[in-house]
C-alpha cells in the first residue's frame, strides 16, 4: 500500500524557516514526477513545486526565490525548504507523486489530476 508521510510543518513567526518532508512507503518515487501543493483556508489548493526525475524543478510564481524543492533518492525523501516565509504562506502542505517520469502534463506542472497519490497534508502556520 502506497503511503506518503509529511512531516516538519509548525508555526513560524514571518521571516522564519521551515523545512517539510515527505517519505513514500511501498513506492520509490525516484523515478517519478513529485510535487508540494498547498491549500489555504476558504482558498483552493495550489501548486507551490515540482521536481522530476531528472531533478528538473518548477515553482509557483509566489514562493520563486523563497523556496527550495529537493530530494534524496538515497532516502527516498522529498523536501521543501522554505525561507522568508510570509502570513500568505499559511496552509496545509500537502506532497503529491505522478505516475509520469517528467512533471509536464498538458503544458503545465501543477495539474492536481496527473498526480495520483497524495500525503495527509502538514499545516504551515505564519504569523506576522
Known amino acids: 500500500q502506497v503511503q506518503l508521510v509529511e512531516s516538519g510543518g509548525g508555526s513560524v513567526q514571518a521571516g522564519g524557516s521551515l523545512r517539510l518532508s515527505c517519505a513514500p512507503t511501498g513506492y520509490t518515487y525516484s523515478s517519478h514526477c513529485m510535487g508540494w501543493f498547498r491549500q489555504a483556508p476558504g482558498k483552493e489548493r495550489e501548486g507551490v513545486a515540482s521536481v522530476d526525475r531528472d531533478g528538473s524543478t518548477n515553482y509557483a510564481t509566489s514562493v520563486k526565490g523563497r523556496f527550495d524543492i529537493s530530494k534524496d533518492n538515497a532516502k527516498n525523501t522529498l523536501y521543501l525548504q522554505m525561507n522568508s516565509l510570509i502570513p500568505e504562506d499559511t496552509a496545509m502542505y500537502f506532497c503529491?507523486?505522478?505516475?509520469?517520469?517528467?512533471?509536464?502534463?498538458?503544458?503545465?506542472?501543477?495539474?492536481?489530476?496527473?498526480?495520483?497519490?497524495w500525503g495527509q497534508g502538514t499545516q504551515v502556520t505564519v504569523s506576522s
Open positions: 503529491a507523486s505522478s505516475f509520469n517520469p517528467l512533471c509536464v502534463f498538458g503544458g503545465t506542472w501543477s495539474d492536481q489530476n496527473a498526480y495520483t497519490y
